[in-house]
């Protein structure tokens, strides 16, 4: 099942000395979860890069892949709405360039390449870091590129049932407007509470995960779906028998 899936992926990163992991294999482990992530291609250099935008179909975004970078923002690794082989050249270059003049070249892996979605919906954020008294502790909130502005959040303790799932959702500011505010159709928020569910299993199965955020995961009327995904694992000195364990169901 998802459980043991999932551990062969981290058991693969932990076995290269690793404690990130990539977007591919992030998506891949939500995926495993039933968590909807949008279609991510590998492409290493320039023209493979050309050669995934044209198969996936104009516009596209383009990101930096690594194994070592987990904010790729900071690196100037996100081009949005590549709409020709022009864009997707000079967006390849342009992340290549500042990729090597603010980290290194050998952090460069090449990029991914992905269709750029275009859904009305909102930005959300999903996430889950351990605490030294509860362990792994869910978050859950307003997402996008303006988390940290407006930090509308709620917390909880893994694993969710529903009805948890829907008391942590309300917490939030940004709950009134997924039940439709101004005329925009409501999201579905049942979905939204089953992937809350499976979110909280991930967490709860994959003790090795340290840190995970899925931002933006984004909520429209007809879907949902995770445009990015960050997950960190414990150090290669944690002892196994010494990994956090949940410490209840609760709503902190």
């Known amino acids: 099942g998802a459980r043991r899936r999932g551990r062969q992926i981290i058991d693969n990163v932990r076995s290269r000395g690793r404690s990130l992991l990539n977007e591919f294999e992030s998506k891949q482990l939500l995926s495993l979860y039933g968590i909807p992530t ?3 291609r590998i ?3 320039e023209e493979e890069a050309v050669r995934q935008a044209r ?3 104009f516009p596209v975004v383009l990101k ?6 987990s904010h790729k923002t900071d690196v100037g690794g996100v081009k949005l709405d590549l709409r020709d082989e022009n864009a997707v050249r000079n967006a390849y270059q342009s992340i290549a360039q500042s990729v090597a003049e603010k980290t290194g070249t050998e952090h460069l892996s090449g990029v991914t390449v992905q269709p750029m979605v275009r859904l009305a919906g909102y930005e959300l954020i999903l996430g889950s870091s351990v605490d030294p008294q509860f362990g792994p502790v869910l978050l859950f909130g307003s997402g996008g590129q303006l988390v940290e502005v407006y930090k509308d959040r709620a917390l909880a303790l893994p694993p969710l049932n529903t009805t948890l799932a829907q008391r942590l959702m309300e917490q939030t500011h940004i709950f009134r407007a997924l039940k439709g505010v101004r005329g925009r159709k409501p999201i579905d928020l049942l979905a939204l509470e089953s992937l809350l569910v499976r979110f909280s299993q991930l967490v709860v199965e994959q003790p090795w995960i340290s840190e995970i955020d899925i931002n933006p995961l984004l909520a429209s009327p007809e879907r949902m779906l995770a445009l990015d995904a960050r997950i960190v694992l414990h150090g290669a000195s944690t002892d196994a028998a010494h990994l956090p364990k949940p410490d209840r169901k609760s709503v902190v």
């Open 38 to 40: 949008v279609e991510t």
């Open 43 to 45: 492409a290493r250099d």
């Open 55 to 57: 198969e996936i179909g």
């Open 64 to 69: 930096i892949f690594s194994d070592t970078i």
